[in-house]
């Protein structure tokens, strides 16, 4: 048995967890008036408001004493210090380095990285200022005006999401679009109706091999090529590469000078804060850059010092501890009621599940229990009208995230109450449910009646802020990042690297050659022979 599952708290929750899978929300909330009062802690302008949740003090008394035993305070503050924490690729792991303070010290091998940090902040302002201004020139000597983002995975992800999340905060005369995909209508798409002389390329890829990243590039090559001519200076005037692989940037024909680097011990999907943010500077400005990175600051602190029982990720990683081991609860809903948050969900989903996506400890053993779950979800209240029906009435459990924001950016009538009542009102469905004596006492008739009723009881967090600003989104974002570290400490696995990604990308290296090559023998299983062959022949055609 693992040493998890062996653990007193563990076992301690286990019989818990018997006691209180029997309670139901409506008669905790019925019993005890200041259970919402005590079950809200707030931090770095957010709310959190986790008393619909199936627990009971105890249970939170239980699961601190679990993230105690399991050293999650000592992993949290050797991640800080820029210990080697990413055991399998020998790597600090240090994105707090991106937003902390410009007199901060932190040291890997004992040199201070934020010099570095801040020396990178100042080249990424200086050329988003140039091309927010019109000063940064095409080939042709017409300023930039259209910026295509290329890259995936960590290099896409976060400067989509930031960009949408941030738009109401955006110069609305720069046009910003983002190219992940190595199906070329993506990059058709995304450079439909734009004039290559106007049009700056960002190739965002750390390790700048990435297949799907460099295809796209060199596609983005011939198309400004075959407007420009093989100038190799136009390259120069259209292409900024974001990473951390000097020789293969320049090799593609971008000089170092519009190389932004950053370094080993940024993971992809934590490097929005890093060069690979570019993007996201160049369309709110340098200043609203630096106000998000200080509310992603402003929560790494609260997470670095604030002890665990008032510690907003610690609470919400051990809360999906809870669902994932002891209600069997595989998925978790983000379900922002917030517009411009509509790509935070598939952003939440590398994040959260290319971190803990793992099945073995961090000394190799596979684990006994579950370990991260499936994160999904839709801005609401489109959601409603789809998957709620399943989460209010099916047979699987899915704690669900509203997040939400007392001020509308864009005041339209009632539209921001009607918002915020439905945010409000599916959080005390899930819970409270609609008893059989409810629905027959709205005259159901008795066939219907139990299709009516709502057997409630089903849990939910509510993070709530004023304003979606971009210091309200970095700390969002820095409280999701420490709540899956906090569910990795406790499960003992690595959340920052990503093994799992290595196959399939390996096999289609091997299968693109097999289709080149329509004649090289074919040596997968039979399945895959039959794909490889029906395909061949649809190319010829
Ligand atoms: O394949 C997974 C991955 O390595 C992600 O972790 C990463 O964010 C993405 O690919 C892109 O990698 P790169 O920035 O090196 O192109």
């Known amino acids: 048995m693992s040493t998890l599952r062996e653990s007193p708290a563990w076992n301690a929750l286990e019989t818990h967890h018997k006691s209180v899978q029997k309670l139901h929300l409506r008669d905790m909330f019925a019993k005890d008036e200041t259970r919402a009062e005590r079950f809200t802690a707030e931090a770095a302008g957010w709310r959190l408001d986790y008393s619909k949740h199936r627990i009971t003090d105890e249970t939170l008394k239980r699961l601190f004493a679990l993230a105690r035993e399991r050293g999650v305070e000592a992993r949290r503050d050797a991640m800080f210090a820029g210990e080697k924490i990413n055991s399998t690729e020998h790597r600090a792991v240090l994105h707090t380095a991106l937003r902390a303070p410009a007199d901060s010290v932190i040291l890997v091998d004992g040199v201070n990285v934020v010099p570095e940090v801040q020396a990178v902040l100042k080249r990424m302002a200086d050329c988003a200022t140039k091309i927010r201004a019109g000063e940064w020139k095409g080939y042709s000597g017409r300023p930039i005006r259209n910026i295509v983002n290329i890259g995936i995975g960590g290099s896409d992800l976060g400067p989509v999401m930031a960009y949408e999340a941030l738009r109401h905060y955006t110069d609305r005369g720069l046009q910003l679009r983002f190219v992940s995909n190595v199906d070329g209508t993506d990059f058709a798409e995304a450079v439909h109706g734009l004039r290559p002389e106007e049009t700056l390329f960002i190739v965002a890829s750390k390790t700048f091999t990435t297949l799907e990243t460099m295809t796209n590039a060199h596609t983005a090559r011939d198309w400004l090529q075959a407007a420009a001519g093989k100038d190799k200076k136009a390259v120069g005037r259209h292409f900024l590469a974001l990473s951390t692989n000097e020789e293969a940037v320049n090799e593609f024909g971008i000089p170092s000078a519009q190389m932004f680097g950053f370094w080993d011990w940024v993971g992809g999907r934590y490097s929005m804060d890093s060069a690979i943010g570019l993007s996201t500077m160049i369309a709110i400005g340098a200043e609203a850059f630096g106000e998000m990175l200080a509310g992603f600051h402003a929560m790494d602190t609260h997470f670095r010092t604030t002890p665990l029982e008032r510690n907003l990720p610690a609470i ?26 509509k790509r935070f969900p598939a952003y939440l989903q590398q994040l959260t599940m290319e971190s803990n996506g793992k099945h073995v400890t961090l000394e190799g053993k596979t684990v006994d229990y579950a370990t991260g779950p499936i994160f999904w979800g839709e801005p609401g209240t489109n959601g409603q009208h789809s998957f709620y029906q399943l989460i209010h009435q099916g047979t699987h459990l ?86 899956v570290f ?14 799992g990604v290595e196959l399939g990308k390996q096999l289609a290296v091997r299968v693109a050659g097999e289709i080149e090559a329509p004649r090289k023998s074919l040596a997968h299983d039979a399945s895959t022979n039959a794909a490889i062959r029906w395909y061949r022949k649809a190319r010829r055609k």
Not at 437 to 454: D, I, N, R, T
């Open 316 to 341: 919400m990683g051990l809360l999906s501890v809870w669902y994932a081991d002891f209600f069997d609860a595989a998925t978790v809903a983000v379900l922002p009621y917030e517009q411009y948050l």
């Open 398 to 483: 899915i704690p669900c995230d509203f997040v939400a924001f007392g001020e509308a950016l864009n005041p339209l009538g009632r539209h921001h109450d009607l918002l915020l009542a439905n945010v409000i009102a599916q959080a005390e469905a899930l819970a409270m449910g609609k008893t059989l004596k409810q629905v027959k006492a709205e005259g159901a008739p008795a066939a219907l009646a139990p299709h009516k009723v709502f057997e409630g009881n089903r849990p939910s967090s509510l993070l709530l802020a004023e304003r979606l600003t971009p210091a309200a989104l970095g700390a969002l974002i820095a409280l999701y990042e420490h709540s």
């Open 486 to 499: 906090t569910q990795a400490a406790i499960w003992d696995i690595n959340a920052f690297d990503q093994w």
